[in-house]
Nanobody, 126 residues
Framework: VQLQASGGGLVQAGGSLRLACAASGRTLSGSTVAWFRQAPGKEREFVASTKYSGGGTFYADSVKGRFTISRDNAENTVYLQMNSLKPEDTAVYYC????????????????????WGQGTLVTVSS
């Protein structure tokens, strides 16, 4: 499966952006999908995840209450709505998908995901 991330850009603190991750090549049904991010000089970190065919959503503590992960089954696309953005949210955001379902306690682990998008840059100015 190929993943194409889009929607990044420059926004002021307090603003919003919606990232999209469009999948092609196969359906995301049965997969777990996630967003990770990597800020300059830092390691890649988990942001949010969901089981594409239904199930709970999970968020990093740093984005809980501000970010929402969702999916459009008809479009084979996963979204990340980001509100109340902060300068510390500045990073390259990556979408990722597994080949099958990932158990809840492992969804934050990058190694559980087999397919990765190319990343989209989000810059939040203060």
């Amino acid at each position: 499966v190929q993943l194409q991330a889009s929607g990044g850009g420059l926004v002021q603190a307090g603003g919003s952006l919606r990232l999209a991750c469009a999948a092609s090549g196969r359906t995301l049904s049965g997969s777990t999908v996630a967003w990770f991010r990597q800020a300059p000089g830092k390691e890649r970190e988990f942001v949010a995840s969901t089981k594409y065919s239904g199930g709970g959503t999970f968020y990093a503590d740093s984005v809980k209450g501000r970010f929402t992960i969702s999916r459009d089954n008809a479009e084979n696309t996963v979204y990340l709505q980001m509100n109340s953005l902060k300068p510390e949210d500045t990073a390259v955001y990556y979408c990722a998908a597994s080949t099958g379902r990932v158990i809840n306690t492992a969804q934050h682990m990058a190694r559980m995901y087999h397919y990765w998008g190319q990343g989209t840059l989000v810059t939040v100015s203060s």
